[in-house]
């Protein structure tokens, strides 16, 4: 569920590795999660879904990988660029009329 | 395509003066609407959100409110600010399950 009141972990990474940020969710009726990536100031952007009835979808530059026996959900990001520096946050479709969003995992790419 | 507009983008208030904030969305009808807050380096907490005109769920008690006046304008209102309601406002729109809940520039408002 929602993590509002925790500060944020940070996963640093070198420009041009692989990056993988996590996302455990408590429910397992959820059936529809998104990834948004979030700079400064501000609003966080859609990166890339998946629906609960697949393991595994790609984009550009990015996988996100869905584990439903053990309801854990990730990003991946391959060859990291300064430009994927931001906060990153997952979320779940619960009751189909509100996602619930992730603590948020700040990714710091070091040139 | 659709478009989400929020307004102001910052806003300075003191503590116990009203506020509204506004938001409205273009290129869709009959969306859900949603208003987020996020404190500095936080994630973010559902407030309110409507799947209609007049139609308000409230997620959390506190001193703000939300309206829905029109089927894409989304208004977030205090009558009176504290320190705490200091914060990063977002509001969301949504066509539902498969679709992407699509976010605004947001609100940063500052209570002194």
């Known amino acids: 569920g929602e993590s509002v009141g925790l500060h944020l972990p940070t996963l640093s990474v070198q420009e041009g590795d692989n990056s993988i940020i996590n996302c455990a969710y408590s429910?397992?009726?959820?059936?529809?999660f998104i990834w948004y990536k979030q700079e400064s100031g501000k609003g966080p952007q859609f990166i890339i879904d998946?629906?609960?009835?697949?393991d595994k979808r790609q984009g550009q530059r990015v996988t996100v990988l869905l584990n439903k026996t053990v309801k854990h959900l990730s990003l991946q990001i391959a060859a990291t660029q300064p430009g994927d520096s931001a906060v990153y946050f997952c979320?779940?479709?619960?009751?189909?009329?509100?996602?619930?969003f992730g603590s948020g995992t700040r990714l710091q790419v070091q040139p | 395509s659709q478009t989400i507009h929020q307004w102001p983008a910052t806003l300075v208030q003191p503590v116990g003066s009203p506020l509204s904030l506004e938001c409205t969305v273009e290129?869709?009808?009959?969306?859900?609407l949603y208003w987020y807050r996020q404190a500095a380096g936080r994630g973010l907490q559902l407030l309110f959100y409507?799947?209609?005109?007049?139609?308000i769920s409230s997620e959390v008690p506190q001193n703000l409110s939300a309206s829905r006046p029109q089927d894409r304008q989304f208004i977030l209102s205090s009558k009176k600010l504290l320190l705490s309601d200091s914060g990063f406002y977002l509001c969301?729109?949504?066509?539902?399950?498969?679709?992407?809940?699509?976010f605004g520039p947001g609100t940063r408002l500052t209570v002194l």
């Open positions: 969301a729109w949504w066509q539902g399950l498969g679709d992407t809940q699509y």
């Open positions: 979320a779940e479709n619960i009751g189909r009329r509100a996602l619930t």
């Open positions: 429910n397992s009726a959820s059936d529809y």
């Open positions: 998946i629906r609960s009835n697949m």
């Open positions: 409507s799947v209609g005109i007049g139609q």
């Open positions: 290129g869709t009808s009959n969306p859900n």
